[in-house]
């Protein structure tokens, strides 16, 4: 398993939410971090998915 860091923003720069997820893959975090995200009601604020070594999985403006 490999850890992400999600996390989520007001457009004022205030910190929605903020913690580790772990996925097997990255493919897999993009998929299942999407459903996740949905279920957190943040799919329409400000958000990223990075993997450990700091690459963008998801990300929306």
């Not at 850890?3 to 299942?32: H, M, N, P, V």
Request: glycine residues 6%; hydrophobic residues 40%.
């Amino acid at each position: 398993m490999t850890t992400y860091r999600f996390t989520a923003f007001e457009s004022s720069g205030e910190s929605l939410f903020d913690e580790d997820w772990e996925f097997e893959t990255d493919a897999i975090a993009k998929e299942q971090g999407a459903q996740k995200i949905e279920e957190l009601g943040l799919a329409e604020k400000t958000h990223r998915l990075v993997n450990n070594k700091g690459k963008l999985i998801v990300f929306h403006v």
